[in-house]
């Protein structure tokens, strides 16, 4: 019983039977005819007759029985020995045929026609070779019977010739019989090799399958789980401005800052998340304009002065001569942001430099770099490519909330390529690192009339607020947090848990904006109802908040083209978000 992969058999079997079926069986025919002919008219006799029957008959025994394996379609595995067998038995029964043509037809007397069958016999013999050579024992099958044959015929001749002929006859055979061994050696191997590669292919993909699942899986974990935290915590920021906003005095107005402040930095935790779903899903797109890099490091001092001033760090920042860049403005702000504020987290004593360098020559022509450096732990080189790895954090096994979540670089890496500014890093571990970012020089002023950076929202004027609001959330709290807070900038608030609840209060309210959560019971989500009142009531302003942060979702969002604001929401962009 053979050892191969029964695929490796099988297909061996396949490229034999080819070989061997009822199409090679009558193609042989001919030959042996002509054969049997010629030394029949060189010696006349009924011996070449009765040869030329024999395999005839057995050629004709061999096409039905071939024709009908053939019919039989594909074998399975337990068909495969047994078929081998049957077509060795008839290989063997075919060489012992061509072993009796010497005996039979060939002149014993004559050199010349004993030298011209003996060609004939060794031409048949590495015919078969290579035809059969998908097994050893078909190539044995063939070779042996009809070598035994001739060279038992010559031996009984006897002449120096004839022994010379046994001899050469000896000498090929063997030789041929090596190489169509070695032939049959290799193709299993190839065989084999391509199967086993097969498999490993096959394994690897349902590998990568199990792989991506479980990616599938943690991402909806971690959707779910951050839709879950949302929730609550955009009611408490709602709720929380709705306190800010009433002037509480004394300890109760400290209480309420210092909540708001945590909510503040719990929001900015889950937004750092949500920014990078938002990324994965393309729904940021850079806008390009002309920045002066001025105007950007005077933001970025005023964001991170007072965090690196508590470190009793030093943040300078050097930017020479009024250079204008190319970029999108809050994009390119928020990748600086990012690298300043990992520098000041893992930087204790020292402090930030953010410089400007002269614009770039070679392929760095008409492009600027922007160096972050700063004198802190330093990374490892063998660390400095996993740091732009979603929560991976140098020196940091405590998770240490100090110092983030680990997503800041992750999110530099996804916004350098989306604004194809190149990033590099330098590090030395207990020096300090630099990160440089180059940027395209901008060829065009900056538009004076245009906001540059920052993010911040202007007062909101309560008269451009609309008079009465649907909100539409299945979460009570979240539901009271927000008709709270429009309660308190004088709008008319009506609610609804569901679809049908919110359609009721249409028809009964003279309703001017629709503020829907995506998430609701029933067969429609938010953002179906608002594309729906666009279609039937294009008047009414509709506004989604949601806590969705899978890539897919917010796609599908901003395929929309419906005003999307994310939980947790800070009051001052929602009320913006209303003003008419």
Known sequence: ????????????????????????????LPFATATALFFQHLRPGP???????VFYVLALVRFVHMRAIVRMGRLGDDDIEPVLRVVTRYMVVTGLVWGLAPWMIM????????????????GVVSTAGAVYASHRRTIAAVHVPAAIGLITALIWSGTALDWLLVVTTVAYIATSRRLTFNQAELLSSSLAARFENEDLAHKLAQQVEL??????????????????????????????????GAGLGGSNGETVSRLGHSVRMLSESLDTMLDVSRLDAGAVQPHLQAIRLHALFVSLHNTFGFRAQEKGLQLRMRAPGDLVVSSDPMLLERLLGNLIDNAIKYTERGGVVIAARAPGVGARAGRLR???VDTGVGIAPRFQKLVFDEYYQVDNPQRNRTRGLGIGLSIVRRLSELLAHEVQLRSRPERGTRFSVWVPLAHARPDVSAPETGMDFPMVDRRRLPAQ??????????????????????????????VDEAERALQHHDVQAVVADFRLPGERNGLEFLLALRNTRPELQGLLVTGETLPARIAAIKASGVPCLFKPVRAEALLAALVR
């Open 1 to 28: 019983m053979s050892h191969e992969l029964p695929a490796v058999r099988r297909v061996k079997l396949e490229l034999l039977l080819q070989k061997f079926g009822p199409g090679a069986t009558l193609a042989i």
């Open 47 to 53: 011996l070449a007759g009765v040869w030329l029957g």
């Open 107 to 122: 002149p014993l007397d004559d050199g010349l026609y004993k030298g011209l069958m003996t060609a004939l016999m060794l």
């Open 211 to 244: 792989v991506e699942e479980a990616n599938r899986e943690k991402s909806r974990f971690l959707a779910s789980a951050s839709h879950d935290l949302r929730q609550p915590l955009h009611a408490i920021s709602l709720f929380t401005s709705v306190l800010q």
């Open 370 to 372: 922007i160096d972050i």
């Open 469 to 498: 609001v649907l909100v539409l959330d299945d979460e009570p709290d979240s539901r009271e947090a927000l008709a709270s807070l429009l309660r308190s900038h004088g709008c008319l608030v009506q609610m609804a848990a569901d």
